[in-house]
């Protein structure tokens, strides 16, 4: 059975860091590309970053592109969100996800092409 589980949440001032680590098992690991998506109360769910099956390839989203870096470690079968210079704007639930490739390096941006999910891990920042 797969399970995702997220921790690394909390409540942070604006400027400040954190970062999120998801633990994957019962996959392959080496086998899924990985990413991070956020829902902030009342809006959509949003993605934040991407890493490829072979963590060659990361894509992040504009409004955090050059602050949050993504990481992938297929040892330990963990997937990292390093997040600096926090925004009150990246308040949210942040949720991981995994993606089954099974060879290439590809990666996805679109959260309905994920097929498993953690349940999610708070941060707040405040400014």
């Known amino acids: 059975q797969v399970q995702l589980v997220e921790t690394g949440g909390g409540l942070v001032q604006a400027g400040g860091s954190l970062r999120l680590s998801c633990a994957a098992s019962?996959?392959?690991?080496?086998?899924?590309?990985m990413g991070w998506f956020r829902q902030a109360p009342e809006k959509e769910r949003e993605f934040v970053a991407t890493?490829?099956?072979?963590?060659?390839?990361?894509r992040y989203a504009d409004s955090v592109e050059g602050r949050f870096s993504i990481s992938k470690d297929d040892a330990k079968t963990t997937v990292d969100l390093q997040m600096n210079s926090l925004k009150p704007e990246d308040t949210g639930v942040y949720y991981c996800?995994?993606?089954?490739?099974?060879?290439?390096?590809?990666?996805?941006?679109?959260?309905?092409?994920?097929?498993?999910w953690g349940q999610g891990t708070q941060v707040t920042v405040s400014s």
């Open positions: 996800a995994s993606r089954y490739y099974g060879q290439g390096d590809h990666y996805t941006t679109a959260d309905y092409e994920y097929d498993y």
């Open positions: 019962g996959v392959s690991f080496d086998r899924y590309g």
């Open positions: 890493i490829s099956m072979r963590g060659t390839i990361v």
